[in-house]
């Protein structure tokens, strides 16, 4: 790691000073601080030259620790560490005064367009050179951005983009990996190593570490600095000044600098203000190399943000206006032009982006605007929409391409200028836009016509006509943007004028600003100001439009740019007379988005063959309509203006003016003028007043179109007036859009049917019309495209008819033929019939009017709610037999002195029904007919036809169409229930949901809304809010029903709406559900049965599938399906097979809406029951166990649909509710209870508090509890509970690994390895609460289990939550045997850390996603046995404590471990909450185990005949595919050195008892050798010849001695070599050195680096061994400490020291020494007479012939 860097500079070469010290960063004091030791920091980074040493924190202020003070260098030094200093963090410094410095860059960029692009270049032996572009890219380019200081990278480049360099080609073929902090760092051919010439010089383009904000383009607005690796910043205006703004114009690669500006002109800024007091020369290259304050530290405030306004880069010439034209760049101080090859809309909005305009709208080519001179800059762009400036897209390069200027490339963007609210698209109120952002207004104060005239030249309009002030055109609304505007009056744009700060003024929109200029567009010859030839204004002389390709899109672009209504018919071939000059336009293609017909695509101005034989025309919508009348040719006139519609004052109104108006809408002879607002009054604006008309003009008269021969004035047959003749019009393309023009022109409602041949009888005289082609936006049929009036073949048995939607409706009813009256009147709005004098009469017209059945009463006092608007109808007097309600005696039409509170509703009979359904929303179709109910066939019976049948019965969507006698969307629902049959009672009334006040609320109510619903018996009806507040309407209180009514509508309640009611008060229901699940292990997954009848029956699998069981999980508010189950998969049910061959598309809310062969139908047997498996954490109501030793123990957190998970307070919380709780995971029986947060603390919201459950619930929401989130709990008291796991691991080495078995129908079995793969095996991990999988297991390799094979194929994907939920073949449906049963190895969640073998060592666990330790409070033999076992090791050896084994790091998870001693985990003994205890890591706890693995038969602990302990024996192992990766385990296991050799053979001596391993596939990475791959556990046929054995390397060396048996003492500990302490260093432990070493016995124990002092750590110290240990990490000791150095490494020397002793032995005459038994007792004799050191053995020379005595002589060596 580099011990120096520079922090928060422009670049790498320059930033505050921070060195590395005692592993932490600190700064450098500024005492004395100058250029000598600012050059040693410039020449330690490997910076040039030093620039300037700065002082006073100009870098900002750095944190932690000042290491150096008073540094003083020589100069020539090569590192700062090497100066003369105060001792390390030794000063009074603080913060303030954080040295820095700036050394000169060895990077640069040359020739981009501003500071942060162009050519690389590097500076090497003091030249600079270029970099090859040979494997240049992102990565490399990212280092030069970030080496430069410059933002992310935007894009490399390549071949010389930047032009050629010159001097030396310095690298190539870089690879940097993007991390690196300087270019030199990376790795390439070597300096100057490379072939490359200059034209393959590499580039880039970074972003830059300066912006322009909120300027009116790229190149003005507030200046914003970027800090390396911090953020965007402002500039403080003190100082600023045209030198400051250079620099930044120059930076940001814009032209020269128009204005500094001041006082936040471009709008304040946010967060910090980086610099202050800049004092720029004017000719550096950046801002930050200005001088200037100290960064950040300034008093300013963002009042005093500085800006800048540079000269662009890039200009549109010769457009419209100043946002559209030929497209210029700026490059090398020449203007030019860019090439349209590959010219797309991206490259168009960069360029309108960079002129600060809007959106573009057009992209045009092929010199469009003209061609441009002087060099084609640009070609080839492909720019990204991201991309700032036009020179910063990706091209062919400068100047390089062979364009002509026939290809010069062209935009037109939206203006930033628009006018609002005027007569065209050239008056109205000024807006201007900024920068992407928002569009403001113009103050009036000053506004003149020099400033007008800027406006009209900006949009490309014609000359100014006057300046409006006053808000003329209406006021603005948003911000004021510009005021005191003052223009010389030849500015191209009006943000080129003076005016000042943008957004500051003291106007309001009473002085918003307007202008009217000349049009460039006029409509000529027509009949009105709104029709006529086209024409525009171009080059100073009005030309036509040809009619090539002219459209509805082009019209209504006229339309709206002459301030006329919407298009009503194009006109081509000179319609409207041929004009003169030429023809500008042809070929138009607008899109009806364009701001004028200028911006549309075309052909080019001019450009074209056309003649003014094909002059286009166009009809527009005139600026005057009739309102609120009978028909389109009676109402009150309105008239359109500034934007808007208004009225016309009756003050002098005649029949004259009333002449006029007719004429002018296409109507005949005026009938009457109409005073006193008799259509009623309008709104906003009155327009005219004192209208005085000649009114002599020539009409037809009356209306013009009429519909015949009905029962009603909205349907009949279609007559229309021409000539003075009624006549009829003929049904050749009659279809629903003519007749749809047909119902508006009658001013009904939408159109129902259009109906042909005669339907409604053949009428008389003249077929007018024909082969209409209507397109339903003309407002009369004579609008419409036809063959010409009277001009067809047509006989009157085609006349054309139509049906329209009545001018009256029935609102918030039961069905359509109930509910509140209102009427239409057309061009406004349904209204209300008032009830003052409202009878049976007048309902029973409704009713005929309606085609509804009889009238069954009349309601009043707004029965049915109160309605909204208008109440068009008061005082109506039917006499019963008229065919329409308008056709009573009424008051004249919104003349009332009703409120709504007197609506007048009506029940007629209906003439439809529902028979047999589920509920009142389904069943089967009949109506009323001729005085009879019938039924409706089902041929062509489709979701159209359904969709009319539920409107009619007010219900609502359609969910399916029934067909065969099988027999909507329901207006009841029930929400936030744990089931389709629970939950709040919610209606549909005037259009939304609403609640039911649960005042009077009982079990009779409750049961009709069960009934409605589908559901079985009512349960329980609730209060309170039971399931939660609902929102929206109250709709019904004080309900009162019988209990036989089919829905809740029918019971009675006050009115709908009226109630004093709120939500705490909303009424819940628990009807008995109609389906369930059966024999499972859990709540959401089973066989499925549903209720029919009254009757539990099951549903047949054929054509059972994933989308039909979609829906059972849906219906049961379960997660997502997980699998369709078949064959009787759950057992076989008893009773009917209700349901079979079911068709379901996943939208239906029951199974029971899903198609099918019928209740009962089918011929299936219970072998063939379906089931589901659903995922269940996801239930509507259902619960979690989250932080717990595995899938079946851990906090109890429960769901709440919609909501989130939350967690159950343990007031009261018992066995009996955590049985619950394990009952609907699925898991076993209950453990533990566990309160007061044991499995941790949760979040968020606590769902449930006082929860009383008996115990044989089968969810948990099914108990007794308080209200849903109601409680006064906190997270301390969050309930837990310990189920019994329904998944176990037999015979592995730990607790996480072993044979699969599951627990189903009281018995456990095992897994087939059929389809065993690692998603299956990582699903039994996360169950079993163990780490990821490590391997799966086959063949039995844990051994044969015994008892069913439960599962087999299994096809799991690793999301599901029990192996149980994982598609399989069935429980128990499979031809397994026990030599195929399937086993995992996990990683465990208990491991032993810093041991001297994999069974000994500091115990660490694994909670809450991390690894913690144990505290050693409490810790005993139990506690350690109960790890041995989890690890897989032996017997416990000894239980070690304060930090024994080194001290751990983070949590400490476990205190007060109490294990009785028989768990299979330590996580389940009990112990204090997890992490909550005062120790500290001093008292981590450890264990050491008997290891399952030995090495047999060597003369040390590291080689020998490998033997391993299963099922409490010693074994063997066979050396079958024994090599050097199986050894290497081993040797890993026994914590010895590297494997040396695998031996075979038998090498070591044949072992005995089992041989329990062969044929073993380890990869040397696993950690014991159990988790080899192998043929199973004593399945071999190994004898022990073929015992395999290990030589590893020893885990003691001895170092620097004279030989290999002499030398300072190092240890193995966890792969690193160290250092034993000699403390307590005796002849004892030397001889255990020299036994394990195999160097004899020991000769001397030495001390004080007898043999010199080693390095690295020392292991250990207070060795105390017996003597007798096989090696030394076999004795007692203790884990070194810093107090012990390396100049008491232990040593020791070993090897051999014979002493030969001759013993002399009397023997009695006739006594043989030899004789067996003698010789036996006088050796042990002669044994107890010769003293030892009790470690050198006595060892008799033996004579050749086998004895021990010779002659009278004994030698005893």
């Avoid at 360099?165 to 990996?177: E, I, K, R, T």
């Avoid at 890039?314 to 206006?321: A, D, E, S, W």
């Avoid at 009787?1128 to 097979?1137: H, K, T």
Wanted: overall charge negative.
């Amino acid at each position: 790691m580099a011990s120096i860097k520079l922090v928060n500079g422009n670049n790498s070469c320059s930033g505050r000073v921070e060195v590395y010290h005692q592993w932490w960063w600190g700064t450098v004091c500024d005492n004395g601080w100058d250029l000598s030791d600012a050059a040693v920091v410039c020449r330690e980074l490997g910076c040039g030259d030093v620039i300037e040493a700065k002082t006073g924190a100009y870098f900002g202020q750095g944190s932690g620790k000042i290491w150096m003070a008073d540094v003083s260098c020589v100069g020539n030094e090569s590192t700062l560490s090497s100066c003369e200093s105060r001792h390390w963090e030794v000063n009074d410094c603080d913060h303030s005064k954080d040295a820095g410095v700036i050394c000169q860059s060895l990077i640069r960029l040359v020739n981009g367009s501003n500071s942060c692009s162009g050519r690389v270049e590097v500076l090497h032996d003091g030249q600079w050179g270029t970099v090859c572009d040979d494997g240049w890219d992102w990565n490399d380019a990212t280092v030069v951005c970030r080496e430069m200081g410059c933002g992310n990278v935007i894009e490399t480049k390549s071949g010389a983009y930047f032009g050629q360099g010159s001097g030396p080609v310095w690298l190539s073929d870089l690879q940097c990996y993007s991390s690196e902090s300087t270019l030199s760092n990376c790795q390439s051919s070597g300096w100057g190593h490379n072939s490359c010439g200059h034209e393959k010089e590499a580039g880039v383009i970074c972003q830059l570490k300066t912006m322009l904000v909120d300027g009116f383009s790229s190149c003005s607005g507030r200046v914003e600095v970027y800090r390396q690796w911090m953020w965007w910043g402002t500039v403080c205006d003190n100082g600023w000044d045209l030198s400051d703004a250079a620099v930044v114009c120059k930076e940001v690669g814009c032209g020269d600098v128009i204005e500094a500006n001041s006082g936040a002109s471009f709008g304040q800024g946010s967060g910090q203000i980086w610099m202050a007091n800049v004092s720029c020369v004017g000719d550096e290259s950046t801002l930050s190399s200005c001088e200037s304050s100290n960064w950040a530290g300034n008093d300013c405030d963002h009042s005093k943000d500085a800006g800048v306004i540079c000269q662009s880069l890039v200009r549109l010439v010769n457009g419209i206006n100043s946002c559209s034209g030929r497209v210029e760049v700026f490059y090398n101080g020449t203007w030019g032009t860019v090439c349209d090859d590959g010219w797309d809309w991206n490259d168009a909005r960069v360029a309108c982006r960079e002129m600060g305009c809007g959106d573009v709208i057009e992209i045009k080519t092929g010199a469009y605007f003209g061609q441009g001179s002087g060099p084609v800059w640009l070609s080839d762009l492909q720019c990204y929409s991201s991309v700032s400036t036009l020179s910063n897209c990706q091209s062919s390069g400068w100047g390089r391409n062979s364009c002509g200027h026939e290809k010069d490339a062209g935009v037109v963007c939206q203006p930033k200028v628009q006018l609002v609210n005027g007569f065209n698209s050239c008056s109205g109120r000024v807006e201007v836009y900024l920068q992407g952002r928002w569009r403001g207004t113009v103050c009036d104060n000053g506004w003149d016509l020099s400033d007008a005239a800027v406006v009209c030249r900006e949009l490309g309009c014609g000359d100014v006509i006057a300046t409006k002030t006053g808000a003329y055109f209406g006021q603005g609304s948003g911000l004021i943007r510009m005021a005191d505007v003052n223009c010389v009056g030849d500015e191209s744009t009006l943000s080129s004028c003076g005016f000042r700060n943008w957004g500051v003024t003291d106007c309001d929109h009473s002085k918003d600003a307007g202008v009217i200029c000349q049009s460039l567009i006029r409509l000529v010859n027509g009949i009105n100001s709104c029709s006529g030839r086209v024409e525009v204004f171009y080059d100073g002389q009005w030309g036509t439009v040809c009619d090539n390709g002219w459209d509805q899109s082009d019209a209504a672009v006229v339309c709206r740019e002459m301030g006329c209504g919407d298009v009503k018919g194009t006109k081509s071939g000179a319609f409207f007379g041929q004009g003169t000059g030429p023809v500008w336009l042809s070929d138009l293609q607008c899109v009806n988005t364009e701001y004028s017909i200028r911006y549309c695509h075309s052909k080019g101005r001019g450009e074209n063959s056309c003649g003014h034989e094909k002059d286009a025309g166009v009809i527009c919508n005139s600026k005057t309509k009739l309102v609120d009348g009978f028909s389109s040719c009676s109402g009150r006139v309105e008239v359109f203006y500034n934007g808007q519609w208004g009225t016309v004052c009756d003050i002098g109104w005649d029949r004259s003016d009333a002449a006029v108006v007719c004429r002018e809408v296409g109507c005949g002879d005026v009938i009457e003028e109409k005073k006193s607002s008799y259509f009623g009054q309008g709104s906003g604006s009155i327009w005219m007043a004192d209208v005085n008309c000649v009114g002599n003009e020539t009409t037809l008269s009356s209306s013009l179109m009429r519909l015949v021969n009905s029962s009603n004035s909205c349907s009949g047959r279609v007559e229309v007036l021409y000539n003075g003749t009624w006549g009829t019009v003929c049904d050749n393309g009659w279809d629903l859009s003519d007749a749809a023009v047909v119902c508006s022109e009658m001013a009904c409602g939408d159109v129902i049917e259009a109906k042909s041949g005669a339907y409604f009888g053949q009428g008389s005289g003249p077929v007018w019309m024909s082969d209409l082609q209507c397109s339903n936006t003309e407002s009369s049929l004579r609008e419409c495209t036809s063959s010409g009036w009277g001009t067809g073949s047509c006989g009157h048995e085609k006349d054309a008819g139509v049906i329209c939607q009545p001018k009256v409706q029935l609102v918030n009813g039961f069905n359509t033929c109930s509910g509140r009256v209102e009427v239409y009147r057309q061009g406004w709005w349904w209204g209300t019939v008032c009830d003052n004098g409202w009878d049976l009469s007048d309902a029973a017209v409704v009713c005929r009017e309606l085609g509804c059945g009889d009238v069954i009463a009349a309601k009043t006092g707004a029965h049915f709610g109160q309605g909204s608007a208008s109440i068009w109808m008061a005082g109506v007097n039917c006499v019963g037999d008229e065919s329409t309600l308008s056709s009573c005696g009424a008051r004249k039409w919104g003349v009332t002195d009703c409120d709504h509170s007197k609506d007048a509703g009506v029940i007629c009979q209906s003439l439809i029904r529902l028979v047999n359904g589920i509920n009142s929303c389904s069943g089967r179709v009949e109506v009323f007919y001729d005085g009879q109910w019938g039924t409706v066939c089902d041929n062509g019976w489709d979701q159209s036809d359904a969709a009319v049948v539920c409107r009619e019965m007010g219900c609502g969507d359609v969910k399916g169409t029934k067909s065969g006698a099988f027999f909507g969307q329901a207006k009841t629902k029930l929400v936030d229930g744990f089931s389709s049959c629970s939950g709040r009672v919610e209606v549909f009334y005037n259009g939304q949901w609403g609640t039911v006040c649960d005042i009077g609320w009982d079990r009779s109510d409750a049961a009709v809304v069960c009934r409605e619903m589908g559901c079985g018996d009512v349960i329980e009806e609730k209060k309170s809010s039971y399931f939660g507040q609902g929102s929206g309407s109250v709709w019904v209180a004080d309900v009162n029903c019988v209990g036989n009514e089919t829905t809740l509508g029918s019971c009675k309640s006050p009115k709908w709406g009226m109630n004093d009611c709120d939500h705490s008060k909303d009424a819940g229901v628990i009807c008995q559900s109609r389906m369930r699940l059966v024999n499972s292990s859990n709540s959401c997954s089973g066989r499925v049965e549903v209720l029919y009848n009254g009757t539990w029956g099951t549903v047949c699998d054929n054509g059972w599938d994933l989308s039909d069981a979609a829906v059972v999980c849906s219906e049961m508010a379960c997660g997502d399906v997980i699998e369709a189950k078949s064959g009787a998969y759950f057992g076989q049910g008893s009773g009917p097979v209700w349901m079979s061959d079911l068709q379901c598309s996943n939208t239906e809310s029951s199974l029971r809406e899903c198609t099918s062969s019928g209740w009962g139908t089918g011929s299936c047997g219970h072998e063939k029951d379906a089931g589901v498996i659903c995922q269940r954490k996801y239930k509507h109501f259902t619960q979690n166990l989250v932080n717990g030793f595995n899938s079946c123990s851990g906090r109890v957190e429960v769901y709440r649909q919609g909501l989130w998970w939350g967690t159950v307070c343990d007031n009261g919380w018992d066995l009996s509710d955590a049985a619950v709780v394990c009952r609907e995971l699925g898991c076993g029986d209950v453990i533990a209870a566990k309160t007061g947060a044991h499995f941790g603390q949760g979040s968020a919201s606590i769902w449930m508090a006082g929860v009383n459950c008996v115990g044989d619930e089968s969810t948990l929401s099914s108990c007794g509890v308080r209200k849903w989130g109601v409680t006064d709990c906190d997270h301390s008291k969050d309930a837990g509970v310990i189920c019994q796991s329904l998944i176990r691991l037999v015979n592995g080495i730990n607790s996480c690994s072993g044979r699969v078995e599951v627990f189903y129908d009281g018995q456990w079995g095992t897994v087939c390895d059929n389809g065993w793969d690692l998603s299956d095996a990582a699903v039994v991990c996360r169950e079993m609460g163990c780490g990821d999988v490590k391997g799966t297991k086959s063949g039995a390799f844990f051994g044969q289990g015994t008892g069913p094979v439960w599962l087999s194929d299994l096809q799991c994907v690793n999301t599901e939550y029990s192996i149980r939920d994982c598609h399989s073949e069935g429980r128990g449906e499979d031809n397994c045997g026990h030599e195929k049963d399937a086993g995992v190895i996990c990683n465990s969640k208990t491991k032993l850390v810093d041991g001297f073998n994999s069974c000994s060592g500091r115990v660490e666990v694994f909670y809450n996603g991390q690894w913690g330790t144990v505290c050693d409070n409490g810790w005993d033999l139990s506690d350690a046995a109960v790890v041995c076992r989890e690890m897989g090791c032996g017997d416990v050896i000894e239980e070690k404590k304060s930090s024994y084994f080194g001290q751990g790091s983070g949590s400490i998870w476990m205190a007060d471990v109490n294990c009785v001693g028989n768990e299979t985990a330590v996580n389940n003994c009990e112990s204090r909450k997890w992490g909550m205890n005062d120790c500290d890591h001093s008292k981590d706890a450890g264990v050491i185990c008997q290891s399952l693995m030995r090495l047999v038969n060597s003369s040390n602990s590291c080689s020998g005949r490998v033997e391993v302990l299963y099922n409490g024996t010693w074994g063997t192992v066979c050396d079958n595919g024994w090599d050097l990766l199986d050894a290497a385990v081993v040797c890993s296991e026994m914590a010895c050195g590297d494997v040396i050799e695998a031996k075979s053979g038998a090498y070591f001596g044949q072992g005995s008892g089992p041989v329990w391993m062969s044929d073993l596939q380890c990869s040397n990475t696993e950690s014991s050798l159990r988790e080899c791959t192998s043929s199973g556990w004593g399945t071999g046929n190994c004898g022990h010849k073929k015992d395999a054995g290990v030589i590893c390397k020893n885990s003691v060396r001895l170092v620097n001695g004279s030989d290999s048996c002499s030398g300072r003492v190092e240890v193995l500990r966890n792969g690193i070599w160290g250092t034993v302490c000699d403390d307590g260093w005796d002849l004892s432990d030397a001889a255990v050195v020299c036994r394990e070493l195999d160097c004899g016995r020991f000769l001397e124990a030495k001390t004080g680096a007898y043999f010199g002092q080693g390095s690295g750590s020392v292991w250990i110290k207070n060795v105390k061994c017996v003597g007798t240990e096989s090696d030394l990490m076999s004795c007692p000791y203790d884990l070194g400490s810093l107090s012990c150095g390396h100049e008491k490494d232990a040593g020791v020397i070993c090897g051999d020291i014979h002493v030969h002793l001759r013993i002399e032995v009397k023997a009695a005459p006739g006594v043989d020494p030899n004789d067996p038994k003698i010789m036996k007792t006088l050796l042990k004799e002669i044994e107890k007479k010769v003293p030892t050191d009790g470690i050198s053995p006595l060892r008799w020379k033996t004579q050749s012939n086998g004895t021990v005595f010779q002659n009278v002589k004994a030698f005893l060596p």
